[in-house]
């Protein structure tokens, strides 16, 4: 069965350090986006990409990146971990702006100390 | 950037009653979306309402689009423990372009 993946589900790291974020989806959508879920912020989108070699800023993309070399995986890089990164980030998916579903990864509970 | 309202944030239940949450809007929706986020899980959409005044059922769950497309509604009859999630509504369509703006979302305890 087509799925969304993320690993790791749980990293813990230190101030300053790069971190990446996997996520990969078997669906074969075009789209993918990036989260982050925060208590008294819901989810709030960091990058998203409409295809291969396309990304673009969310609402909250300040210390983040993203490529996309491919159709399957959109990574999330964070250049310099700041403890205000501490988060859930979700990974999610979907076919195309008509149909709008999106599908979810697990998501990665990330701790920055 | 539309301004997006869920009432309640949390509501707290017994097995049994009927609740329901809202997620209201200064702006016209295209359409709208419900997900439910089960704790330790991502959000997996319920429905998608798209005309004004639609209702839509999913068993026990009632979803109603306002007729001016600018608030939506999830009723719940006899909620049970297994609707026990963070319930997040989400405008679509139009120039959204596949992206989504969740509310806050109301979180639903439904005790035994």
């Known amino acids: 069965d087509a799925e969304i993946t993320q690993s790791p589900r749980h990293k813990i790291t230190e101030t300053g350090r790069q971190v990446t974020l996997a996520c990969h989806q078997t669906?074969?959508?075009?789209?993918m986006f990036w989260y982050r879920q925060d208590l008294g912020h819901g989810l709030r989108l960091i990058h998203y990409s409409y295809g291969v070699q396309d990304t673009n800023k969310g609402e909250v993309s300040d210390g983040y990146s993203v490529s996309r070399s491919n159709t399957e995986d959109l990574p999330l890089t964070l250049e310099s971990a700041a403890s205000s990164q501490t988060s859930v980030y979700f990974c999610?998916?979907?076919?195309?702006?008509?149909?709008?579903?999106?599908?979810f990864g697990p998501g990665t509970r990330l701790t920055v100390l | 950037t539309q301004l997006l309202e869920q009432s309640p944030q949390f509501l707290s239940i017994q097995e049994g009653e009927n609740l329901t949450v809202y997620c209201n809007s200064s702006s016209v929706f295209s359409s709208l979306q419900w997900y439910r986020q089960e704790p330790g899980e991502g959000p997996v959409l319920l429905v998608t309402v798209v005309t004004g005044g639609e209702v839509k059922k999913l068993k026990r769950l009632t979803f109603q689009f306002g007729d001016a497309r600018k608030d939506s509604s999830l009723h719940i009859t006899a909620a049970q423990p297994g609707d026990t999630g963070l319930y997040l509504c989400a405008p679509t369509g139009g120039t959204s372009y596949g992206k989504l703006t969740f509310g806050q979302g109301t979180i639903l305890t439904v005790h035994p």
């Open positions: 669906w074969n959508h075009n789209n």
């Open positions: 999610a998916s979907s076919e195309s702006w008509a149909k709008g579903t999106q599908y």
